[in-house]
């Protein structure tokens, strides 16, 4: 069976409102289930490849901070 996460996680949550969003992000982080970290991932890279290199800069300093 050939899943595709990127597209399965996209279109489960096309067309959610902003509230919903932010709960689905909390509940993935707060319940530190590992089966959601290909979704944050995804969500991640939709991030990463629309900002530009400021704001890459930006994240690449707060995960580091992080780290």
Request: hydrophobic share 35%; proline share 1%; charged share 25%.
């Amino acid at each position: 069976m050939n899943v595709d996460i990127r597209q399965a996680v996209i279109g489960n949550l096309k067309g959610t409102s902003h509230d919903d969003l932010d709960k689905t992000i909390v509940d993935a982080v707060d319940g530190k289930d590992e089966k959601t970290l290909p979704g944050l991932g995804v969500l991640f890279e939709l991030v990463w490849n629309s900002a530009n290199q400021s704001e890459k800069s930006k994240l690449i300093d707060s995960i580091t901070s992080q780290l």
